[in-house]
């Protein structure tokens, strides 16, 4: 390819990207879609009590996929601690988080660190992580009373994740 096609080309690519990762709808990196059911699953949580997607029944419920190691997931985590489960448990909405892969001590001291008290979940050999699909963390669901998916966020702005606190909020008036 010439190089004077080279830079139009390059620009081009990343206003795509740029673009792509503005969307308010998920890419179609997702196994799943809004209005399917969620995909069951039996994880343990950090101290190693089981925990299945049936323990929430007739609650919304928001999963967070997310990494140790990864920013927007350590920001993205006490949001959903403070505005979601502080403020919205007793009308019946559930968090939780999946570490996807990771070991437990350090998933431990992250949420330690981040005095999270919601269930966080442990997915080592990241089995779940492939039936929800993608590779962005993290990877927000919504999830109705009913276990269908409502909403799929991935990444993490406060922008968007006021859109994810409103999509919440409609639920619990649902419900």
Known sequence: MPARFRYPLLLAVIAVLIAACSMDEAPSDWNVKVGDALPAFSLTDITGKPVTS?????????????ATWCPPCVQELPRLEEDIWKKMQDRGVAVVAISSGENKEDVEKLVKKLNLSFPVLLDPESKYAEILGGDTIPRTLVVDGNQKISKLVNGYTPEEFEKLLKAVSNLTVKN
């Open 54 to 66: 049936q323990s929430f029944e007739k609650k919304v419920l928001v999963i967070s996929r997310f």
